[in-house]
C-alpha cells in the first residue's frame, strides 16, 4: 500500500453577511449621525394623462381615488402630475413616485417591497 | 425596491422563536422615523425617535403581515399602508421601520431609507407601497 500523497486540508469560510444596504452604502455610524441625502430624480414630472391606461401602478392610483380623507380635486389621479426618483443613485428602479394635485398638494409613494412592476419614463 | 436594511438583532429573535415572523400571531407595524438606524444597537421601537404630526399615530399602523412557504422558503407579506395629513404640524421623517408590536419591548425588524428628508402637509399623503412581497426566508 503507498503512502497518501498530496495531503490538504480545507476550512469552509462563512458566507459573508451584510445587514443591508444602509450599513453597505453609509458603513458603522453613531447614534445621531445625519446621513446625506442621496435621492436622484430620475423621472420627470409628467401629467399623469400622457400616459397610457394601466401604465402607472394601479395601487397608487386607486389609494388617491379611494382615499375619503383627502380633497376630491387629490382623489382625481388623472389630473395631477407625478414624477418618480431613487431614493439612492444605485436602486436598481424608482422607488419614489411623487403625485402632484392641482391644488399644490403632494401624495407620496414610497416602494418598499419586491416582484412589483415599477413603471419609468424619460 | 427600497434599502431593506436588518436590525442585527433581529436574527437572534427570530433564532429565539421570541417574534412571529409568520404571521400567525403577531402584528407587525411600520413607524416613521427621522433617526438614522444603528443597526448594531437599535433593537426595540423605543430606540428610534419617530416623528408626530396629526394624522400620525405613534406607534405606526398595523400592516397586516402575512406569509405563505413554498418548499424551503417563506415568503412574507404586507398591505399598503397610507398616512393622511390631518393639519400642517408633521415633523420631518426619512426612515421607515417595521417592528413586531406583538413582542416583548416592540422589537424592531428592519428599516428603510427614504434618501431625504419629507414632510406631510395638511390633507397630503405619505403611503408606503410593500410591492407583492416584504422579505423572503430561507
Not at chain 2, 433617526?35 to 416623528?51: F, N
Not at chain 2, 394624522?55 to 412557504?69: M, P, S
Not at chain 2, 407579506?77 to 419591548?105: E, H, N, P
Request: include cysteine; charge should be negative.
Amino acid at each position: 500500500m503507498t503512502a497518501p500523497s498530496e495531503l490538504t486540508t480545507v476550512r469552509l469560510k462563512r458566507p459573508e453577511y451584510s445587514p443591508g444596504p444602509i450599513v453597505d452604502r453609509f458603513g458603522r455610524f453613531p447614534k445621531g449621525t445625519v446621513l446625506p441625502e442621496t435621492q436622484v430624480e430620475c423621472c420627470p414630472k409628467r401629467r399623469v394623462s400622457d400616459f397610457p391606461p394601466g401604465f402607472l401602478k394601479r395601487n397608487h392610483i386607486e389609494a388617491l381615488e379611494h382615499n375619503q380623507k383627502i380633497a376630491s380635486c387629490c382623489r382625481h389621479p388623472e389630473n395631477h402630475k407625478v414624477k418618480a426618483k431613487k431614493s439612492h443613485p444605485a436602486e436598481k428602479c424608482a422607488d419614489i413616485y411623487i403625485f402632484y394635485c392641482t391644488c399644490g398638494r403632494k401624495h407620496r409613494f414610497f416602494c418598499v417591497g419586491y416582484e412589483d412592476v415599477r413603471p419609468e419614463w424619460r | 425596491m427600497a434599502t431593506y436594511t436588518k436590525y442585527e438583532a433581529w436574527i437572534q429573535q427570530v433564532c429565539d422563536n421570541a417574534v412571529d415572523t409568520f404571521g400567525t400571531t403577531d402584528t407587525f407595524k411600520a413607524v416613521i422615523h427621522s433617526d438614522a438606524p444603528v443597526v448594531a444597537t437599535d433593537d426595540e421601537l423605543a430606540d428610534l425617535t419617530q416623528i408626530t404630526g396629526t394624522g400620525y399615530t405613534a406607534g405606526g399602523e398595523d400592516i397586516q403581515n402575512d406569509a405563505t412557504r413554498s418548499g424551503g422558503t417563506v415568503t412574507t407579506t404586507a398591505v399598503d399602508v397610507t398616512l393622511t395629513a390631518t393639519a400642517a404640524d408633521w415633523g420631518a421623517g426619512r426612515y421607515v421601520s417595521i417592528y413586531d408590536d406583538t413582542s416583548t419591548t416592540d422589537k424592531l425588524q428592519n428599516a428603510y431609507d427614504y434618501g431625504g428628508n419629507f414632510t406631510v402637509g395638511n390633507g397630503e399623503t405619505f403611503t408606503i407601497d410593500f410591492g407583492a412581497s416584504l422579505n423572503t426566508y430561507a
